[in-house]
Every structure is written in C-alpha cells, then in structure tokens.
C-alpha cells in the first residue's frame, strides 16, 4: 500500500478544487484494505472511500484518511452457452472494462461506455445510461466487512439496485469495502436500443457492439464535457421521480416537459430541462458554473472550490423547488 499524509485532492476527484485530507491510502490488494481496516478503520479513525473521483466533491479539508481500492485485472471466470462471467477489480476504470467487454464480443456494458469512474462505484451508484444499468449485469459483488475484516461475497439479489441506488448508498453505508465486481455479460448480440436517441443514432437494427460504443460516445460527447479540460462530475441530479398526478400536472402546464413512466404510479422528469427552464444553462455563479450544452452538469470554471460548487447546487435547487415544486437531488456526493 501507499500512504501519504496532507495529501492533495485535486487529482483525486474529477471536480479538481484543492481540498485535501489528512492522510490518502492507496490500496493494490484485498490484503492492503484488511491491514487498512485493522489499523486504521477498527480503531474508529474518520475515512472515505473513493474509487476515480467522478460522483464527489469535496467542500472542505477531510480530517481523515481517503482510502482508494485500486485492485487491478479482468479475468474470464467461467463461460456458457450464452454468457460468459467476467470479474473485474474495484480499481479498473469503468470505461477500460466496457472496452475490454467489446473486445472480447460480449454484450450488456455497451451502452454505457464513457461513464467515468471504477468498477468498485459501479455496484453501489448502480451507474447507468441509454437504457442500460450496472445491476443489470451484476451478478454478485465482493467485499471486505469493515467490523470483521473478513472477505464477503455479495449476490446481486441482496444490493437491492435501483435508479442510482443500491443498499451500498444507504443501509450497507460504511459497512463494506468493495474489492471486486463479478459480471455476467452475453455471448450472444443483444443490442439494448430502448434509449430514443441512440435507436435515432443507430442506423442499422443489427449494430455491432463497436458501433454501438461509437454512437453512445458520440451522444455524450455532444452533450458533456471532459473532465480532463472542464472539470465536473458528469450528471449532478437525480432525475425526481415523481407520482402520475403530479407528472400530468406538469404536463398539461408545460406540454414539452420530457416524461418517461416508470411504473403505472411513478414517473421520472427530466431534471436537465426542470434546470434550463428556471435560467441556469450556461450561467455561472462565481468561478463555478452550469455547462452550456447540459444544463445538468455543474463545472469548475477555473479556481473553484468546493463550497462554490455547493452554493451553486443550492441556487439549482431552490430555483426549481420554486417553480415547479419539485426538489432536486444531487447524485454527487457532498462532503
């Protein structure tokens, strides 16, 4: 393992300020996180755990030790008739996964090529886009148990996936380390075209598992920056979920207000239009702003910090509440 003590966290998260903490811990092996968790975690010392930065930003100096898992390797477990089980350590980038699945011509992580991050978030945000999510070809999740130090193998049926959720989010919080993702991805095609504007995007109704990256990089690509030059975390809200009643309310006052059912009692608003339409696409407020081309995607204008982020989140969220009674939820993590 690494360790460095007042270490800088601007190269740790994709928003960039430069808030630090007061010791960083870089684990390559399960054995690292359990001496972690021995003697450090057990005895009650303050910690967080990221994996690439991508869903965080940091508002102040973290008094304790960031703990990054960065178990390496995809390895081919087993393979049937038509799906082949690949297991994945928690410090792979997420998107060099999704490449590696196209290589090998195995179907069900296309769609969200591009997704920043490491395998190990991937369970506990259940990352998602175009049609697709991680519990959908999650099969069982690995873990360390931070009270005993003992290894877990956790089946997808017990993480409870849901829209950007799991039991990782919530009860399961601070409980595990995740070490490794074990995946079950199809051998046969399978194209997930559900999503209208990558169907829109596809022009055959037989893609490859190339083409299908190609046209979901080029959808994002339009649309999000890269955080390598604009600092951001992608996608900053939740899309609300909101009952029928409310969802025909608002559209019979604003009738272009994209809707999507998600059962016969709920349905999900499109947070981005909810935010163009209180005014704040492309606006700034102070060195932090909304990005031009995606009104939900907050960036780092340059010099920002993370409470200029929070205050920026604050105003989104009071706008909209304001018009349309509906209150935003970041899908960023704050500290």
């Not at 969200?112 to 999650?138: F, K, L, W």
């Not at 017990?158 to 074990?182: D, P, Q």
């Not at 995946?183 to 829109?200: C, G, R, T």
Request: aromatic fraction near 8%.
């Amino acid at each position: 393992m690494d360790i460095t003590y007042e270490k800088s966290l601007k190269e740790l998260h994709t928003f960039a300020t430069e808030e630090s903490c007061k010791c960083h811990i870089a684990c390559h092996n399960t054995q690292d996180i359990q001496q972690v968790i021995s003697d450090f975690l057990q005895k009650g010392a303050p910690y967080l755990v990221i994996g690439g930065g991508s869903d965080i930003v940091f508002t102040e100096h973290f008094n304790g030790i960031v703990i990054s898992p960065l178990i390496m390797g995809i390895d081919i477990v087993s393979e049937g008739t038509n799906s082949t089980l690949v297991r994945a350590g928690a410090g792979v980038v997420w998107d060099d996964f999704v490449n590696w699945c196209i290589a090998h011509e195995l179907w069900g992580a296309e769609n969200m090529s591009g997704i920043p991050g490491h395998i190990g978030a991937s369970p506990v945000q259940n990352v998602g886009a175009y049609g697709a999510e991680a519990g959908d070809i999650i099969k069982q999740v690995e873990a360390i148990e931070i009270a005993t130090g003992k290894s877990v193998t956790i089946p997808a049926e017990e993480c409870y996936f849901a829209y950007r959720n799991s039991r990782f989010k919530e009860e399961w919080k601070n409980r595990y380390i995740i070490t490794h993702v074990l995946f079950e991805l199809k051998s046969e095609a399978s194209p997930n075209l559900s999503y209208s504007a990558l169907q829109q995007a596809i022009e055959t109704s037989t893609p490859t598992l190339q083409e299908i990256r190609n046209a979901v990089l080029s959808i994002r690509n339009s649309k999000l920056p890269d955080p390598a030059l604009i600092p951001n975390a992608g996608s900053f809200f939740k899309n609300p979920i909101v009952d029928k009643t409310t969802a025909d309310e608002l559209k019979a006052q604003y009738p272009n207000i994209p809707i999507y059912v998600v059962t016969e009692e709920k349905t999900k608003i499109a947070a981005g239009w909810l935010i163009e339409q209180c005014g704040w696409k492309g606006k700034n407020l102070g060195p932090a702003g909304v990005y031009e081309k995606q009104a939900l995607v907050l960036v780092n204008r340059g010099g920002a910090k993370g409470s200029d982020i929070q205050n920026l989140a604050n105003a989104i969220i009071d706008s909209v509440q304001a018009k349309f009674n509906i209150t935003l939820e970041p899908e960023v993590y704050i500290y």
